[in-house]
Nanobody, 118 residues
């Protein structure tokens, strides 16, 4: 399996926006769920947003109302639109295909760094 390739991160001021992209070099049609995760310095990796194959989405409480996840099955892409960013959102962001709480179907990619300045 090929690792997902995440991009779109960068340095942004508090209150700003970023849109992350994840390219998967295989069809994602068969993945019931695609998700974005993040790992902040000194913390465990956490799942922040999930999109199912039927378009249903779910968000962590910390990002609800600010982040929007979407998927494009024809392009094998997953996106994360992040608005109203705060320094607490600073982390490396990854995408993957979860099948359970702590089980994913793809190797972890390099991730993309998001840094929010105050």
């Amino acid at each position: 399996q090929v690792r997902p390739v995440e991009s779109g991160g960068g340095l942004v001021e508090s209150g700003g926006s970023l849109k992350l992209s994840c390219r998967v070099s295989q069809s994602i049609v068969g993945f019931e769920q695609m998700a974005w995760y993040r790992r902040a310095p000194g913390k465990e990796r956490e799942r922040v947003a999930t999109v199912k194959s039927d378009g249903e989405t779910k968000y962590a409480y910390s990002v609800e109302g600010r982040f929007t996840i979407s998927r494009d099955n024809t392009e094998n892409m997953v996106y994360l639109q992040m608005n109203s960013l705060s320094p607490r959102d600073t982390a490396v962001y990854y995408c993957n295909a979860p099948v359970a709480e702590y089980i994913v179907q793809l190797p972890w990619g390099q991730g993309t760094q998001v840094t929010v300045s105050s």
